[in-house]
Every structure is written in C-alpha cells, then in structure tokens.
C-alpha cells in the first residue's frame, strides 16, 4: 500500500510568489525607515554605506566589469549619499530591497520535481556508468544507501497541525539534496530551504535548485541590509505555512564535529513567524525538528579537514569556492566508493519541539519537563497580553539553539569508520604525548601499529563506545552495533582506500601504515565531545 504524504503548502508557492515577494519589499523597507526615525536606531545613510562598501568591495575582488548593472547601481548609490535626503535614502533602501529579494526568491514547479526524483536518479545511473571506472549506480542503490530514522511518524502527524522547521547538521555541499531526497523517501512533505549561491553556479544543480521551492543564500554578502531580507524571506514563509529546513552552523563543518556553534539568524526567524501570527491572533503553531545528517565518507572530507587544520583557532573559514564537489570525477569516486557500504548517509530526524525547545505531542501540544501541557504563548506575553519583544526573543532563540545542539548530539549516529579512526589516532597521541594535534599531524605521518594492536585499540574503544550508546549519549549504525573489532578495521582499510587521492590508512604485511593522519583525525572527530579520550586512557588493554 502507497505510504500516504501530507500536503504541502510548498504546492501554492508560484500562485503566491509575488505576493510574498512585494510583502518581503515592504516589511524590509517600513522596518529601516521606522527604525531610522528613533534615536538608536541606524540611519538610512549608514545602512546604504554598510551595503555599497561590501558590494563594491565583492564586485572589485571577483572582477566584475563596470557597466554590470549591480556595480553602477551601488556606484550611484555612493555619489547620491554625499548629498541625498532620507527620502531619496529611502527609495534607494527599497530599490535594493526589491534587487535582492528578486535574487532571493525561488520557484516550485510540481513536474520537475517529478523528473527530480525519478529521472535524475536514472541519468546519473547512466552518466556515471558510462565513465571508466564510474561506480555501478542505480536509483534502487542510492535509496538502499540512504537510511533515514527517527521520529519520523510523529512529524507526519504534526505537519497536519502546523508548520515545521528542521535544522540540520552540515557536512557537505551534497546535504541539501539528499535531505530533500531522504524527507521523500520517508514520506515528508517537500520544504522551501536556503541553498548556498555556489549550488546556482553550476547549470544542471542550478535548474533544480531554482525550481524545487529553494531560494539562494549568498554569504559574502555581510551587510544589515540583505540579511534583514534573507531573515524577513524567511520569516514570511514560515508565516504562510511553508515548511522549511536550515543548516544554522552557517557553513559545511571543518572538523567533523557536531558544530558548537550556531548562527541563529535564519533559525531564529521561526521564533519571530509564530511570535507575529500569534500577535496578529493566529496561533498555528511551528515545530522545530533537529536532523542529523551521519555520513561514512565525506566528499569533501580532504578540502575540509585540510581549512579546518590551516586556520588558526578562533578565526572565521574562508568561503571555499572549488572543492571536490565541482569535480564530476570526484563525485563519480565519492559515489562509487559509498555505495559500496550501505547505509553510505544515515538521517536521523530528533524529537521534535517548540520555539522554545519544549518537547511537543503529536498533536502538537506543548510540554512541560513533567509531560503536562502547557500554553507557549505565555512566553511573549507583557501585561497579559503577547507582544513582539526584540531582545526577549534573542534569549529565547539561544535557549532553543542549546536545546538544538543537545539533540544533535545524542543523535549522532556513529559508524565502524570513526570508531577505528578515534582508535589509531588515539594510538598516535599516545605514542607522541609531547606534540600536539597539529605536531602529530606534521612529524608522525607514516607511523605504522601492528594488526593485532589495532584491533585491540578498536575492541578497547568499541567497548566504551556501545556502553555510551547505550546510555543515549549518541547512536550506532547496525554495523557499529554488531561487527566484531576485526571486521571494522578490515572495512576501514577497504573505504579509507577506495575513495581519497591518498589510503588515509594501508595494510603493509602484519602493519598498518598511517598515512594521512590528517584525514585520520577528521573522521575521529565525529566522537570527540564525550570524554572518550580520556576515558580511553584509562581503559584497560592499552597498547
């Protein structure tokens, strides 16, 4: 019997799209004039200057020729404001408004996501089987690799009582369609979601994306003026009952870690939707659903880890712009390699909660640490009435971030590869205790540890590792659960060898060569988080 989906909003967008687009326009554009008029807030002038120097900052650094369109009209912009009135500000904040919500906007056409999820899956098949060496793809292969879990009943019940909002882990540029791909497979309704500007610069990626409810997010763009229409985009939709998905760490993960750190702009729009339906006397609720996105490999692992170990500790990641994903080769090994292991993506979807990180029933009722319903909308309230309250809303987002990231990490579904990774890395450190990480990743590449030794360092993890899971710390995959330490390691000799330019680990004789420690400790990464360094140095066994 045909699992039934629940309708999606996302189906109504075109009919809409113009009306969201001139309401973005004109919220934008009130919310900078009103603000402007009140002693603390920015001027129009300064909001304009912000918004010329960042975008005529970009168009010099990428090379963008003086008569584009954008370039003369932000070099006018800077002329005008050496001698402009607020007024005339104010019709230059709304025709940059306008220009960057039409950049924003997307469409939803219901006949090529039907070609999406039946015809693209054949067209790689055939694209990459015709490449020498392309892996055996198949539409039924990419579907058997991709395992999705959770709770995933109760979110089809509560999209039948509001809206809902995931926020998922970030680990590649690949993220975005497989959970689009992963929600069908699991019979959730299709999502509008932001999706990087470098997904719109390659044609075939481009087409899809602009047509399946996505809408573009450009990151270079750092200025008051286009984030206040990326959020407000946001926030309409969420208003209209579009569910949607964020990635809110802002960027793929370096490290390899589940992020600590949040940007809670977009995630924070969610809040702000049902604060101002509530307000206007609507009270369709949003829920907020946490995803873990769990892969084995990861395509861009060696581009990752290699910004990641590069950039001194606490300085922001550069934008990458070539990566392993611009490579069809690359991808065509990637896929190649992970199907090879099923699952290659595990998706697992947390409970869901609140705005305010409340868990919620399925039928959509909030609930207390006691399991007893209670009234969200008592938090916006101000003299028992509900207000939209600015910095109250900050806090309140924060809180929900930490319960977002709590969820993330007992949700975290651990495979056979970062169990053996954390093992022979945890071996190097130990041998070397005098170097640090990036020492160890220097001087000790090419150390070697017997057979026998890296089994018993991964049967020595492996033991802390089920206790944990065990406990609800975090997840395992059905083969973390169930192989023995010998099969992991021989599985992680055959993965960590059949995709990355360099064997991050090879079998030489009796000995295991270590050499990209690099990569080593990048896939470690996935279990750092809960003591198990420590505790490992305790364990008994050791080598």
């Known amino acids: 019997m045909r699992k039934l989906v629940p309708i999606s909003p996302l189906y109504r967008f075109n009919r809409e799209r113009s009306a969201i687009i001139d309401e973005v326009i004109s919220r934008v554009t009130r919310g900078f004039v009103k603000r402007s008029l009140d002693a603390s807030g920015a001027k129009l002038s300064n909001i304009l200057n912000e918004a010329a120097y960042v975008e005529l900052s970009r168009h010099a650094a990428d090379g963008v020729p003086p008569n584009d369109e954008q370039f003369v009209f932000w070099s006018e912009v800077v002329r005008a404001l050496t001698h402009s009135t607020e007024e005339e500000n104010a019709e230059l904040i709304e025709r940059a408004v306008k220009d960057y919500t039409l950049a924003t906007a997307g469409n939803f056409h219901p006949a090529i996501q039907k070609v999406a999820l039946s015809v693209v899956p054949r067209s790689l098949s055939l694209a990459f089987g015709g490449m020498r060496g392309g892996p055996k793809f198949s539409p039924k292969a990419l579907a058997r690799g991709l395992k999705t879990e959770g709770e995933i009943d109760k979110i089809k019940a509560l999209a039948q009582h509001g809206t809902l909002v995931f926020v998922s882990t970030h680990s590649s540029r690949l993220d975005a369609g497989l959970l689009g791909y992963a929600m069908h497979l699991a019979g959730l309704p299709p999502m509008v979601h932001g999706a990087d500007r470098m997904l719109y610069e390659q044609p075939f990626m481009s087409f899809f994306m602009s047509n399946l409810g996505a809408y573009k997010v450009d990151r270079r763009r750092k200025h008051a003026l286009y984030t206040k229409v990326l959020k407000t985009y946001s926030q309409i939709l969420i208003e209209r009952g579009y569910h949607s998905f964020f990635f809110p760490t802002g960027g793929r993960s370096r490290s390899n870690r589940i992020d600590e750190r949040?940007?809670?702009?977009?995630?924070?729009?969610?809040?702000?939707?049902?604060?101002?339906?509530?307000?206007?006397?609507?009270?369709?609720?949003?829920?907020?659903?946490?995803?873990?996105?769990?892969?084995?490999?990861?395509?861009?692992?060696?581009?990752?880890?290699?910004?990641?170990?590069?950039?001194?500790?606490?300085?922001?990641?550069?934008?990458?712009?070539?990566?392993?994903?611009?490579?069809?080769?690359?991808?065509?090994?990637?896929?190649?390699?992970?199907?090879?292991?099923?699952?290659?993506?595990?998706?697992?979807?947390?409970?869901p909660m609140d705005p305010f990180g409340n868990e919620v029933s399925a039928r959509g009722e909030s609930l207390d640490n006691h399991g007893r319903v209670l009234d969200p909308q008592r938090y916006l309230w101000s003299n028992g009435v509900p207000v939209e309250d600015r910095y109250r809303g900050w806090a309140y987002t924060r809180g929900l971030g930490k319960k977002v990231q709590e969820s993330w990490k007992a949700n975290n579904v651990i495979s056979p590869l970062h169990i053996v990774s954390m093992a022979l890395f945890e071996y190097v450190c130990r041998q070397h205790p005098a170097w640090d990480v990036r020492g160890l990743l220097w001087f000790a590449r090419g150390d070697s540890i017997s057979r026998g030794s890296a089994e018993g360092e991964t049967e020595r993890l492996l033991r802390l590792v089920r206790k944990d899971a065990a406990d609800g710390k975090f997840r395992l995959t059905a083969c973390a659960q169930e192989k023995s330490a010998h099969e992991m390691v021989q599985d992680a000799l055959r993965l960590f060898g059949a995709y990355h330019t360099t064997p991050v680990i090879q079998e030489e004789g009796h000995e295991i060569r270590l050499l990209d420690l690099r990569l080593l400790y990048f896939y470690s990464n996935r279990l750092r988080g809960y003591d198990l360094e420590r505790r490992l140095r305790l364990a008994p066994g050791g080598y």
């Open 262 to 351: 949040l940007k809670l702009g977009l995630m924070g729009t969610a809040l702000k939707a049902w604060t101002h339906q509530v307000v206007q006397g609507n009270a369709r609720p949003v829920f907020i659903v946490p995803v873990t996105l769990n892969y084995n490999l990861v395509l861009e692992a060696e581009t990752l880890a290699a910004d990641y170990m590069n950039t001194p500790e606490g300085d922001r990641y550069e934008i990458i712009e070539e990566d392993e994903f611009t490579s069809m080769r690359r991808v065509a090994a990637y896929i190649g390699a992970s199907l090879s292991r099923s699952p290659f993506l595990t998706v697992r979807f947390g409970a």
